[in-house]
């Protein structure tokens, strides 16, 4: 099992890209730089804001640890989880892995002490993504 040895909340100064969803931390934003350790290694990751809030809310939900090569799992629980009833789904381009940018997912399985923060984490990438 891996023990997180820190957490840090820093503003990106150039383009990172999320261990979470692949997509980039855009300079200027709020991101999670994350160390961890098992069995002697190290591990280094960012994350925004809102994908760790999902991951924090799976874990919690699930009861399951995490294992970043099978993000899927997430993925599948999440949709099952916020998609199941939102009446654009069948048509919502966030499907599949783009989930983790999804504001109506968000809405339906963060709680509301963290929900702000990741709302405001997916507007400030998507207003970059579509400049």
């Known amino acids: 099992m891996s023990e997180i040895c820190s957490v840090i909340q820093r503003k990106a100064k150039k383009i990172h890209f999320c261990d979470v969803c692949g997509k980039p931390i855009i300079p200027d934003s709020e991101y999670l730089a994350i160390r961890s350790?098992?069995?002697?290694?190290?591990?280094?990751?960012?994350?925004?804001?809102?994908?760790?809030?999902?991951?924090e809310a799976y874990t919690r939900q699930t009861g399951l640890g995490l294992d970043f090569g099978r993000m899927d799992m997430v993925v599948t629980w999440l949709c099952a989880k916020a998609c199941s009833e939102c009446s654009h789904e069948s048509s919502c381009r966030l499907a599949g892995q783009d989930i983790f940018g999804c504001t109506a997912a968000l809405r339906r399985v963060l709680q509301p002490t963290v929900l702000h923060a990741a709302m405001e984490s997916v507007r400030k990438n998507i207003d970059v993504e579509e400049s």
């Not at 098992?38 to 760790?52: A, L, Q």
């Open 37 to 55: 350790a098992e069995d002697g290694r190290f591990w280094h990751n960012k994350e925004h804001i809102h994908c760790d809030a999902l991951l």
